[in-house]
């Protein structure tokens, strides 16, 4: 039903190397959240995308960046991975502007894991 | 700063039993809260909001601004209600999420 796509469902990485993660909003949502939940933990705000700009920031390094692209997907880099790292990565889409605090459509995460 | 705490990781009730997931927040402005919900092998989704005093499932949930809380309950817990449940809160950034709470029903 929310048609927000994540790909891969999971990936391993070593310490240091660099990775990207892709999510497919559902079609029209112009607002695309990234968290990162480690395990045990609730959602973590990484950032947000209104329209290919980055509209918010969560508590996290440079070396998290994103992208969002005008038909409607997205993409999480990280670079310079540490330990750490290891967790789910959520992308979330909404329909509106972010202002407005609409219900958030998540996809199924990418378990990422860093050796 | 916003925050938000879910007390209990766990909370396990039997079937039929009266349900209160609690969920405790910080933010000095006013809050737009969110309950959220996992059931096994499906995605994170919205449960309820309190600005739209809806009851979904039968689950229920009052923003009390004096004790800064917004706890969710139901009268009478399911086994489908076996899930994770997330409290979060939007202030002046994007949601804040609690580290959640495990519900189990049991039979």
């Known amino acids: 039903e929310t048609g927000v796509t994540q790909s891969p469902t999971h990936l391993i990485k070593t310490r240091g190397q660099q990775v990207t993660l892709r999510c497919s909003s559902q079609?029209?949502?112009?607002?695309v959240s990234w968290y990162q939940q480690a395990l045990g933990q609730g959602p973590q705000f990484i950032f947000q995308?209104?329209?290919?700009?980055?509209?918010g920031r969560g508590n996290f390094p440079p070396r998290f960046s994103g992208l969002q692209f005008p038909n409607y997907s997205s993409e999480l880099n990280v670079n310079a991975l540490e330990l750490d790292d290891s967790a789910l990565y959520l992308c979330?889409?909404?329909?509106?502007?972010?202002?407005?605090?609409?219900?958030?459509?998540f996809g199924s995460g990418t378990q990422l894991s860093v050796l | 700063a916003q925050r938000v705490t879910q007390p209990e990781k766990l909370l396990s009730v039997f079937k039929g039993a009266p349900v209160e997931l609690k969920c405790n927040y910080s933010?000095?402005?006013?809050?737009?809260l969110f309950w959220y919900v996992q059931y096994s092998r499906q995605r994170l989704q919205l449960l309820l909001r309190?600005?739209s005093r809806e009851s979904i499932k039968g689950f229920t949930a009052d923003l009390n601004k004096g004790e800064t809380s917004f706890h969710l309950k139901k009268p009478f817990a399911q086994e489908e209600d076996s899930a994770m449940y997330y409290c979060?809160?939007?202030?002046?950034?994007?949601?804040?999420f609690g580290k959640g709470t495990r519900l189990s029903v049991i039979a």
């Open positions: 995308y209104y329209r290919e700009e980055e509209n």
């Open positions: 979330a889409s909404s329909l509106g502007q972010p202002s407005l605090n609409e219900k958030l459509f």
């Open positions: 979060a809160l939007s202030g002046n950034t994007p949601l804040v």
């Open positions: 309190h600005i």
């Open positions: 079609s029209g949502h112009n607002t």
């Open positions: 933010y000095s402005g006013s809050p737009e």
